[in-house]
């Protein structure tokens, strides 16, 4: 008899029970930079990475944690770290960020944007951006597109987007990218954040064929981490309660993380899209191509790049 195949908008719910890949490989002496290591995937993420002996330039906006988590980094790893803080909601920030890197590293073996958010509500930057677009896309958007020549110069060298299965509820409307006409939800609002991060890679990764660069994203799992945590106590409550239960160990999404931007099987592989591990097909909302280009030009625009 026939085996049941799931639709491809579905398969996710398969991939999600799979056995997920793990790397062996070291990354001794290699610079990673990566947003959002304060917390949940990003936190999980940096653990495995010093492990395996990479040297790590995080930018984080919590310089506490940021200082607890450098040294314990340090001291059990014994692998350099340095702290850039950033709040990714200003792109003024994202830009100080980069320039500092630009001038301090001659190397970058990887970029890693992380750092995510997820409101109930809308709320808006000073650039006037809705704070969930700009933290989850224009930022991570400006990042790459200001690190990328000296990505390419320390080629071979890999960019991982993390992104979401929530791409899926998509929510992205071009005339209304900060939602000043239509009425915000958490998870619409969410998923044009995470479908705009994913229709621009198609872009970059075409733009960066050949040069040596790889840029590839990712679901990391659904795991109990603190997103979320800044909305109200009912949405706090109910995330506690009911969905919390549901997820699991980030632990899973380092290890996964890991073996996207270390593996030597990884080495070649460009544009694609994966859950945890196993390479999936992304909604169809998020393979349009000519939305990608107009997508691709807007956020260069909003992030004053041209
Ligand atoms: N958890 C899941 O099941 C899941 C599923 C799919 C995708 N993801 C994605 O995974 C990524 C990490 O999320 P998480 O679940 O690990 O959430 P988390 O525990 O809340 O971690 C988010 C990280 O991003 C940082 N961040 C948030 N807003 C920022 C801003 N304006 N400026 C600078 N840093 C900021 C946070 O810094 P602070 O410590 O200062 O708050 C923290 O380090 C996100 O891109 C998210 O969309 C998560």
Redesign the pocket.
Request: proline letters at 5%; glycine letters at 16%; aromatic letters at 0%.
């Given at each position: 008899m026939a085996r049941f195949q799931l639709p491809d908008e579905l398969i996710f719910l398969e991939n999600r029970k799979r056995p997920q890949k793990q790397s062996t490989a070291l990354m001794t002496g290699k610079l990673v930079v990566i947003?959002?290591?304060?917390?949940?995937?990003?936190y999980q993420a940096v653990q495995q990475l010093a492990k395996n002996q990479a040297n790590l330039v995080m930018i984080?906006?919590?310089a506490e944690?940021s200082a607890l988590l450098k040294n314990q980094l340090q001291s059990e790893y014994g692998i350099k770290v340095d702290v850039v803080l950033?709040?990714?909601?200003d792109l003024h920030d994202v830009r100080r960020a980069a320039e500092y890197i630009l001038k301090t590293y001659p190397r970058i073996n990887v970029l890693i944007n992380?750092?995510?958010?997820?409101v109930t509500r809308a709320t808006y930057t000073e650039q006037g951006y809705e704070t969930v677009f700009c933290?989850?896309h224009l930022s991570s958007f400006l990042l790459t597109e200001l690190l990328l020549e000296r990505l390419k110069e320390s080629a071979p060298s890999r960019i991982l987007q993390?992104n979401?299965?929530?791409h899926r509820f998509n929510g992205l409307d071009i005339d209304d990218l900060h939602w000043k006409k239509r009425f915000y939800t958490g998870l619409r609002g969410y998923g044009a954040s995470k479908t705009a991060q994913l229709l621009t890679l198609w872009e970059t990764n075409e733009a960066i064929r050949d040069t040596g660069v790889t840029i590839n994203a990712m679901?990391?799992?659904?795991?109990k981490?603190?997103?979320g945590?800044n909305n109200g106590l009912i949405y706090r409550l109910f995330r506690r309660f009911m969905i919390n239960p549901l997820?699991g160990d980030?632990k899973i999404s380092g290890e996964s993380i890991y073996y996207l931007v270390a593996d030597p099987a990884m080495e070649n592989v460009s544009g694609k899209f994966y859950h945890l591990t196993v390479e999936e097909k992304p909604a169809k909302h998020a393979l349009d191509r000519q939305l990608g280009k107009a997508i691709y030009l807007i956020s260069k625009e909003l992030t004053g790049l041209k």
């Open positions: 947003t959002g290591a304060t917390s949940g995937v990003g984080n906006r919590n944690r950033a709040d990714l909601s992380c750092a995510g958010m997820h933290v989850n993390i979401s299965e929530g679901h990391p799992g659904d795991v981490t603190n997103i945590s997820l980030p």
